[in-house]
T-cell receptor, first 112, second 116 residues
């Protein structure tokens, strides 16, 4: 598998439910970031978690990082129709590196 | 809120032609990037630029590609002789500091390049 793989590839839930997306990676990281992309638009940064952090919150978003399992999860609570988008995790591999390595993304659909 | 702007939003060109994609990063940012996303595929890193020089580039960024910051505001990506496989959405991004210093990227809305 490649660096930055999201699971599931697609997720469809009802408005008000919680959505959980997972990301796995292969090599050690400096930080891991989650981005959102609405169809045909640019990526919007959601949250960044450093390699020495285990959990982070921002509004309805909760991100966890387990470096021993090389995995992260993004939880969106009380989902809204406007949360419909693709969600990507991206890793920065080492100190000094500039590139983000993106996963394939999870396509999230919130049904009203 | 300041944003990264890209022009044009859509560019159609013939194979072998040169294209220049333009970006205006956020004004106080120091790092600039180009990424691309072929339809249905991952977002891929092309190049990062800092202090008026390339700081990192991917294997995709071959001699056909170049970047320039011709003045204090614009950041351009040039593809010298386009190929069909260059068709993709090209995203410009900027950040205050480098990615490894926990500085998030701000992306533009992209330029859709179609090579015919």
């Amino acid at each position: 598998s490649q660096q930055g793989e999201e699971d599931p590839q697609a997720l469809s839930i009802q408005e008000g439910e919680n959505a959980t997306m997972n990301c796995s990676y292969k090599t050690s990281i400096n930080n891991l970031q989650w981005y959102r992309q609405n169809s045909g638009r640019g990526l919007v940064h959601l949250i960044l978690i450093r390699s020495n952090e285990r959990e982070k919150h921002s509004g309805r978003l909760r991100v966890t990082l387990d470096t021993s399992k090389k995995s992260s999860s993004l939880l969106i609570t009380a989902s809204r129709a406007a949360d419909t988008a693709s969600y990507f995790c991206a890793t920065v591999l080492i100190q000094g590196a500039q590139k983000l390595v993106f996963g394939q993304g999870t396509r999230l659909t919130i049904n009203p | 809120e300041p944003e990264v702007t890209q022009t044009p939003s859509h560019q159609v060109t013939q194979m072998g032609q040169e294209v220049i994609l333009r970006c205006v990063p956020i004004s106080n940012h120091l790092y600039f990037y180009w990424y691309r996303q072929i339809l249905g595929q991952k977002v891929e890193f092309l190049v990062s630029f800092y202090n008026n020089e390339i700081s990192e580039k991917s294997e995709i960024f071959d001699d056909q590609f170049s970047v320039e910051r011709p003045d204090g505001s614009n950041f351009t990506l040039k593809i010298r002789s386009t190929k069909l496989e260059d068709s993709a959405m090209y995203f410009c991004a900027s950040s205050e500091r480098g990615s490894s210093y926990n500085s998030p990227l701000h992306f533009g809305n992209g330029t859709r390049l179609t090579v015919t």
